[in-house]
Every structure is written in structure tokens, then in C-alpha cells.
């Protein structure tokens, strides 16, 4: 298991004692049951009428059954058959499932026509009804239960998988495992598999407990194990008669059920949670502990809006000692990936953010933007948006300044773009989620706003009734430049937007940008590998190498008289247009 994931189970349970109670009553029934022949000092099946029906006792802690049985050693020995019997279902249950889904999932088609409908038909049943039948069909005993139980469990299974296998399927890493010839075997296995193991796990530990519960219904109804064979269903059934007189018989097992499904369940939530901390969609609050800022957060989004209209007026960005990391294992021991970055945007200025690859330009831009996710923190500076000191944000704070102080265009549109929803859908979102541009907007008002908007970035109409995939990568990049600027943000970060684009889709977003910007006077940060890009369009330049901030001035500064070394490399660096003597020869 991953380091970092085993660390957040451990500080979940370190916050949560129902969990490590329920973990602990786990681990010792599943021990007891496993441990059942030698820990349990009597015959779970040897007949004692003498003994019959005795209360709990120091001599039979759980009392006996109308057999003289003792019921501890019962219960024990029923563990074993009736986990054994769900841990083999849902391995049956989990590796038929995987083939199929991954199955439909991968190959699409007629293969997922084929499977889908044999799940929609398995569906069309009730499930335990469905269940019993196969059961008496094959006759009583466990491994007709686990197979019935298996039967009818898989396609619920299978579906999820699938729609797993669906949402990685046309990632890039897995194209461009089939575009090196890997065989589709392996790249399910290997690719797939390997990024779909996380949520396997939960939906395992999820559901472990339904699994129980079915095998213990289905032997209380007489289908499980035969007679006198311990199984805590069974035994549930046979302590019925007795509720009255003898109900330690009932209550037994009971607990025991109830302890291992609540268990499960709880437990497979501990466990999603660590997969998919919640913390990954809150806002990191530098510096202040998570109970202080839930205690005085709204006074001091008070305070922050306050003091918004005190602090440096003129500019709408100031960075100032930002460090970053990135923690690994425990904080002493981190990496640095930002230090002490200093910078200052004023309104409708253009900085051109440049550096090679790995600097941290990235990490800056989304730092700006709140965005910095685990293991990546701000460990210091501030970074101020119109004024307001950002560390003092909450979740709502955010909410309203992205998309509307603040915007980023990254680099793949379709990272940015829903590929489910139509283009003028996304860009109405864009408008009504600040109330107090676009709540108050009637629907029709909206789509007239978007569709201006489309056209003032050069898409045809018609593109609002039309999915991403129907448009070229220029047209999306347009897209997510209107889904950007729709709110008239004070700053704009563009992330390399126009890297994936051809020469002449470049030249002309590159100028719908800077229209755009001078137009609506918004402040750009343009990050960039491309220093020729940032000379049309910047009017500073901000160089950035390991994290640091090494030179920063304005585009004439920077191109003619560059101070640092590592400056006068980059331009070194920029490739002439040199045409080809042969080619000079035939003209
Ligand atoms: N989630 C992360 N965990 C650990 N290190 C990270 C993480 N994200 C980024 N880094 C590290 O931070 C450094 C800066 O990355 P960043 O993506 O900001 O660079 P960049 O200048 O934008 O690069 P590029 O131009 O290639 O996009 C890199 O060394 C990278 O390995």
C-alpha cells in the first residue's frame, strides 16, 4: 500500500476510536474463527442433553443450545464456515466481475453489448429470490450457497468496474500503451487494473459485509450448511425457537453478524476516505490549525474583505517569501519546490512566467489559485489577491474569486472542458455561478450572454449546442479563453495554452488573448517555455529556475540586457529561423 495512504489510515484511526474498537472486534473474531479448533475447548457438535440449555457461565461464557452444545464453541467454529464461505464468494464474486466489466469496459462494442444486456437480465431479478433458487436448485451445503450468492452478486460488481474501465480507458497513458503495441491483455492488467485498484479495494471492503449478510440469510433460511455444522446463519435459525427461555442462542450470532457488517462497512468508509481525502477538494488554510479555522472563519472572512480595501491598492496579485513543498513521509523530511518567490501583478499588466521545465511555474500558478493539493503545501510568504490576504480564506472565499478575480486557461483544454456537456451548458455554468453577475439572469438572457461570447472569441454559434469532441483543439482552446474571461476576472493565468496548438491556431489565440486582455484590462500571468511568445506579449518578464525566482523585469530589460547567466542561456537558446541552404539554393 502506498506510504501516504497508509498514513492517512493511520491518522484516521488515530481520530477515530469507533474505527480501531470495530477494527480490533474484527481482527479477534476473524482470529477466534480461524483459531476456533484450538481455542475453543469443546466439540461444537457433540451432543451433551444433560448440559442442555445452560445459562452463560465461567464454564460456557455464552451459555449451551438445546444439545448441551457449547455455544462459544459454536459460534467459533460458525465463524470459520461462515466468513470462509464470504471471503470465497467475494473472490468468486470479484474475479468474475473484474473479467467482465474490464471486458466490456475495454473492448466496448459488440463484447459490451453482449455483457451489459446479460447484466441488465441478471438485474431484471430480485436478487436474493433469485439467490434461494439457484440454491435449492444445486441442493444445501456451503458451496451451492457461495456459487447462488456469486451468481447473482457479480453484475452489480461488474457494472462499476466497467464504468472504472470507461473513465480510464481514452487517457492518454493508455493510448499511448496501445500506440507502443502492448498487447490489450497487459495494458488491462498493468494500466487499467493498476489505476483502478484503489477504488476495487473500497468497493471490496464495501460491500464484504452485504456479502455476509446474504450468506447468513440464506442459511437462516435452511440453505447453508447441513446440520450439526456450526454457521452463525444457521445458528441464528436454530436459536429462534428458544428466544424466550435461551436468548444468548440468538443474540450470539447475532452480534457477530452485526459486529462484521457494521465493521465492514465502517471500515471500507475509513478506508475510501483515505483513497480520496476530503481535504483533496478543500482549500489548504496555511498556518492555522483546522479547528481554529472552522471556529473564527467567518470573522475573518470579514476581516479579510476589510482589509481587502487597505492593502496595496495597486496591485491585484502580490506574492510575497512564497515557499512550497512537498512533504514526504513527515515534514522534517521535504522537498523544496518554491522559495521565497516574490512578484507583483498590477491591473492589465502581462508578466511572461519563463523557465525550463520543472522551475515550478505550474506549482506558482496554481498556489495563486488555492489549487496546491497533498503533498504539496505553502510553508510560508503570502500571496494576496486585490489586497486580501489569501491565507485567510475559507472554501467560499475561493468559490467566489475563482472565475471572477481570478482565471486560469491551462494548457490541454480538455482538461477544463466536461466532455458530457454541451460547450453553451458549460459556459452558462461559468456565468451563474456567481449570483451577482449571472443568478439573476433569466435562461435565455444567459445562453445570449454565452453566445456573445462564443463570437467574441471567433466560435460560430452553432458551437453551443455541440460537445468538446465535436470541436477542433483551437476551437476548445477558445472555448476555455470565454469560459475564462466570461466573469471579467481581474487576472488571468494562462498555463502554456497554446503549446498543443499548430502555428497559425497559436498566432491567432495568442491574439484573441491579448485583445481580450487589453480589452477588458485584466492582469495576465502567461506561462510559457517560448520566449518569442512572451516578447509579442508581456510587459515583464519574471525567470524562473529551481523554484526561484532568479530575474524578473520588463520585456526590453530582460532581452537586451539580461543580468543573470542563466537569462542569457535561455536566450542563447531561442532558435534563429534559418532557411536551409538547399532550400535558398532552389528558390
Ligand atoms: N504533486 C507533486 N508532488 C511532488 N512534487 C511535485 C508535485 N507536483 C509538482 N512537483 C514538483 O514540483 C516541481 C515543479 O513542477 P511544476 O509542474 O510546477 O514545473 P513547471 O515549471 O510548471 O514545469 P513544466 O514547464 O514542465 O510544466 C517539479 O520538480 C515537480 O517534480
Not at 464453541?73 to 464461505?85: E, K
Not at 461559468?430 to 453566445?451: D, Q
Request: net charge positive; proline share 5%; glycine share 8%.
Amino acid at each position: 500500500m502506498d506510504k501516504r495512504i497508509r498514513q492517512r489510515l493511520v491518522a484516521a484511526l488515530k481520530t477515530d476510536p469507533l474505527a480501531v474498537v470495530l477494527l480490533i472486534a474484527i481482527v479477534g473474531i476473524i482470529l477466534a474463527s480461524i483459531g476456533a479448533s484450538w481455542l475453543s475447548g469443546y466439540d461444537p457438535v457433540k451432543v451433551d442433553y444433560k448440559q442442555a440449555l445452560l445459562p452463560p457461565s465461567s464454564e460456557h461464557w455464552l451459555g449451551t443450545d438445546n444439545y448441551g452444545r457449547d455455544v462459544l464453541s459454536r459460534l467459533m467454529h460458525g465463524g470459520a464456515a461462515s466468513l470462509g464461505a464470504s471471503l470465497l464468494a467475494v473472490s468468486l464474486i470479484i474475479t468474475l466481475s473484474l473479467v467482465i466489466g474490464l471486458a466490456a469496459g475495454y473492448f466496448g462494442g459488440w463484447v459490451d453489448m453482449a455483457l451489459t444486456r446479460l447484466m441488465d437480465v441478471l438485474f431484471s431479478f430480485p436478487q436474493l429470490v433469485l439467490a434461494i433458487a439457484l440454491a435449492s436448485l444445486m441442493g444445501p451445503g456451503l458451496t451451492s450457497l457461495m456459487i447462488a450468492v456469486a451468481a447473482v452478486a457479480w453484475p452489480s460488481f461488474a457494472r462499476i468496474f466497467r464504468s472504472f474501465v470507461l473513465s480510464v480507458r481514452n487517457d492518454g497513458f493508455v493510448q499511448a500503451a496501445k500506440t507502443s503495441g502492448i498487447p490489450a491483455w497487459k495494458i488491462i492488467g498493468t494500466h487499467i487494473l493498476g489505476s483502478i485498484t484503489g477504488p476495487i479495494l473500497v468497493l471490496i471492503t464495501l460491500d464484504i459485509g452485504s456479502i455476509i449478510l446474504s450468506i447468513a440469510s440464506m442459511s437462516f433460511l435452511g440453505l447453508g450448511i447441513r446440520p450439526p455444522q456450526p454457521e452463525w446463519g444457521a445458528m441464528l435459525n436454530e436459536g429462534r425457537a428458544y428466544i424466550e427461555e435461551a436468548p444468548w442462542l440468538f443474540l450470539a450470532p447475532g452480534l457477530m453478524i452485526f459486529i462484521m457488517v457494521l465493521g465492514t462497512n465502517y471500515l471500507g468508509d475509513t478506508l475510501k476516505d483515505a483513497l480520496e481525502p476530503r481535504t483533496l477538494h478543500m482549500p489548504r488554510l496555511f498556518g492555522r490549525s483546522k479547528r481554529r479555522n472552522e471556529r473564527d472563519g467567518r470573522g475573518e472572512r470579514e476581516a479579510a474583505s476589510s482589509e481587502r480595501k487597505e492593502v496595496n491598492e495597486s496591485c491585484v496579485l502580490s506574492i510575497e517569501g512564497l515557499c512550497v513543498t512537498a512533504a514526504e513521509g513527515n515534514r522534517r523530511n521535504s522537498n523544496v519546490i518554491l522559495e521565497q518567490i516574490d512578484l507583483e501583478l498590477k491591473p492589465g499588466e502581462c508578466i511572461g512566467l519563463v523557465g525550463e521545465s520543472g522551475s515550478g511555474k505550474s506549482t506558482l500558478a496554481h498556489a495563486v489559485m488555492g489549487l496546491l493539493r497533498s503533498p504539496l503545501e505553502q510553508n510560508g510568504g503570502t500571496i494576496r489577491l486585490s489586497g486580501a490576504d489569501t491565507s485567510r480564506w475559507g472554501w467560499s472565499d475561493w468559490r467566489q474569486a475563482r472565475g471572477r478575480t481570478i482565471a486560469y486557461i491551462t494548457q490541454d483544454p480538455m482538461d477544463s472542458l466536461n466532455p458530457v456537456l454541451k460547450i453553451g451548458e458549460q459556459l452558462r455554468e461559468c456565468l451563474t455561478a456567481h449570483p451577482n453577475r449571472g443568478a439573476v439572469m433569466n435562461r435565455t438572457e444567459a445562453k445570449g450572454k454565452v453566445i456573445d461570447m462564443l463570437k467574441r472569441t471567433g466560435l460560430p454559434e452553432t458551437a453551443y449546442d455541440q460537445y468538446p469532441h465535436q470541436l477542433s483543439g483551437g476551437m476548445r482552446q477558445r472555448v476555455v479563453i470565454a469560459m475564462a474571461i466570461m466573469n471579467e476576472p481581474q487576472i488571468i493565468i494562462a498555463d502554456e495554452p497554446t503549446t498543443a496548438l499548430d502555428v497559425s491556431t497559436q498566432a491567432r489565440i495568442m491574439d484573441l488573448l491579448t485583445e481580450l486582455q487589453k480589452e477588458r484590462k485584466a492582469a495576465m500571468i502567461f506561462i510559457t517555455h517560448d520566449l518569442r511568445l512572451v516578447a509579442n506579449i508581456a510587459d515583464r518578464i519574471c525567470v524562473m529556475k529551481d523554484g526561484r525566482v532568479v530575474e524578473q523585469g520588463n520585456v526590453q530589460d530582460i532581452f537586451t540586457r539580461p543580468r543573470e547567466r542563466y537569462t542569457q542561456q535561455l536566450l542563447k537558446a531561442i532558435p534563429p529561423l534559418r532557411i536551409p541552404a538547399s532550400i535558398r539554393k532552389a528558390e
